[in-house]
C-alpha cells in the first residue's frame, strides 16, 4: 500500500476503505478485533474508478466540480483527494 510519513497507514486505509464502499476500486481491509485496520491490499481499478479517473482528468469537468465542494466539508476533502490518489499510481 501507499503509506509512508506523510501518509499514515491509517488514513490511506480510510481512503481505500471509500474508494472500495463508492466502488472505485477492488480493495482488501482486514481488521484486528477493536475493528482497526491492519492490512490492507489495494487491487485494480473498477470500471466506475476508470469513469472517474477519466472525467477528473477532464479539465472542464474538474473546473465545473470544485466550486460546488464547500469549505472543508467532509466530502469535499474527500473530492480532492481521491484524484492525488491515483494520478500518481496510474500511467496514460
Excluded: C
Aim: aromatic fraction near 8%; avoid cysteine.
Amino acid at each position: 500500500m501507499f503509506a509512508d510519513d506523510t501518509h499514515p497507514f491509517d488514513l490511506v486505509a480510510y481512503h481505500v476503505r471509500i474508494m472500495q464502499e463508492a466502488g472505485l476500486v477492488e480493495a482488501s481491509l482486514v481488521r484486528d478485533m477493536g475493528g482497526s485496520a491492519v492490512r490492507a491490499s489495494v487491487g485494480p481499478l473498477t470500471w466506475s474508478g476508470n469513469d472517474f479517473l477519466d472525467a477528473v482528468r477532464s479539465d472542464g469537468i474538474w473546473s465545473k466540480t470544485l466550486p460546488r465542494t464547500r469549505g472543508d466539508d467532509p466530502r469535499t476533502r474527500r473530492t480532492k483527494a481521491l484524484p492525488s490518489m491515483f494520478a500518481p499510481h496510474t500511467r496514460g
